[in-house]
């Protein structure tokens, strides 16, 4: 079992609506929870972090955790073109001093 | 945000040469780097942790001899690939902690012809 795990999709979803994206992972000691969104060529740009159960929303950005299903979801509103992209979701990989785990990512397509 | 630089941002080089790819935390300091991989369509892979003043902390299969890490400071840490190969061509991407948040760098492009 890969230890986070992603649909690549794409995932296509027109613009203004709501992109809903997935995450699990296998590590139940895991306690620090990130998503990035990764351009085509370019490097990981963080979204948001999240370390407990609930909801976290940062502006269009909602990311919700599970500890208990381990889970962890973004929800993007209002999608715009621009969010076109690859969604990464990383775990913190315990005992390596912050390092972390990623997903292989879900590529997000918002159409006009 | 805190600002990560990684040079060069691509590099072509021929088969059995070394090529060293430098990070540095431009605006704090780093006791911890990390260096990742990521090949095309894959996930990032973490390669190594780089401690400064200490020996790096490679992942299970990566070859400590091939890929040298220093991190002499708090600000730069160096990846150098060592008779890099073809099978070797990857997008590596440098972080660093600032202190629970990685910050990553714009990453180096390395083809080995």
């Known amino acids: 079992q890969k230890e986070v795990e992603q649909n690549s999709g794409p995932l296509s979803v027109p613009e203004g609506a709501i992109a809903s994206l997935n995450c699990t992972y296998s590590d139940r000691v895991s306690q620090s929870f990130f998503w990035y969104r990764q351009y085509s060529g370019k490097s990981p740009e963080l979204i948001m972090s999240i370390y407990s159960n609930g909801d976290k929303e940062d502006g269009r950005f909602t990311a919700q955790l599970n500890k208990a299903s381990q889970y962890v979801s973004l929800l993007i509103r209002d999608s715009q073109p621009s969010d076109s992209a690859t969604y990464l979701c990383a775990v913190n990989k315990i005992n390596s001093g912050y390092a972390l785990n990623f997903g292989k990512g879900t590529s997000l397509l918002v159409t006009p | 945000g805190a600002v990560v630089s990684q040079h060069p941002s691509w590099v072509i080089c021929k088969s059995g040469t070394s090529v060293k790819i430098e990070c540095r935390s431009l605006d704090f300091q780093a006791t911890t780097m990390f260096w990742y991989r990521q090949f095309p369509k894959q996930s990032l892979m973490l390669m190594a942790t780089s401690n400064e003043g200490s020996k790096a902390t490679y992942e299970q299969g990566v070859e400590k001899d091939k890929f040298l890490i220093n991190h002499a400071s708090l600000t730069l840490s160096t990846l150098t690939v060592t008779s890099a190969h073809p099978e070797d061509s990857s997008f590596y991407i440098c972080?660093?902690?600032?202190?629970?948040?990685?910050?990553f760098g714009p990453g180096t492009r390395l083809l080995v012809l």
């Open positions: 972080s660093a902690r600032d202190p629970s948040t990685q910050y």
